[in-house]
């Protein structure tokens, strides 16, 4: 078993948890019809976070990967055009966490936490914010300027 997290386009995703769960489904099924090792596929943010997670997390089977699979922090990535799947190490959950976090916040894309259930985080005002507080729709009861109630 591995600690997983899915980096997503929040432009791709869909905007409540129930259609993201759904959609979460479809992407993970790898229908697109590519190979999925291939980082120039997806979008420009989630290509950027993971040249930049390949840093502390290296790709075991990747274009970059090496045959040497003896460190710990090598993780495998599946890459579809709008996310992107890691699997890290369940020794290096917390950290890989932390990290994944800090670089989707730099980059502007979601980031999702299947292994916990976690809250499905997006960018917003340039921070990672949940979903559901980001997505609300606040219904419009302002009254009308000649009311007086």
């Known amino acids: 078993m591995s600690y ?11 905007k409540t948890r129930a259609d993201f769960m759904l959609w979460y489904a479809r992407q993970t099924a790898w229908t697109e019809g590519h190979s999925y090792q291939n980082p120039t596929i997806t979008t420009p943010g989630l290509r950027s976070w993971y040249l930049d997670m390949m840093q502390t997390f290296p790709d075991m089977n990747g274009p970059e990967a090496t045959d040497d699979h003896t460190s710990e922090y090598e993780t495998d990535y599946t890459i579809g055009r709008a996310v992107i799947y890691a699997a890290f190490s369940w020794r290096l959950a917390e950290e890989a966490n932390t990290t994944a976090r800090q670089l989707a916040q730099k980059h502007q894309v979601g980031l999702y936490d299947p292994s916990f259930n976690g809250p499905i985080l997006v960018p917003h005002n340039g921070q990672l914010k949940p979903m559901e507080g980001v997505n609300t729709r606040i219904q419009d009861v302002r009254k009308p300027w000649w009311k007086v109630w």
């Open 4 to 14: 997983d997290l899915m980096i997503f386009s929040s432009e791709a995703a869909p």
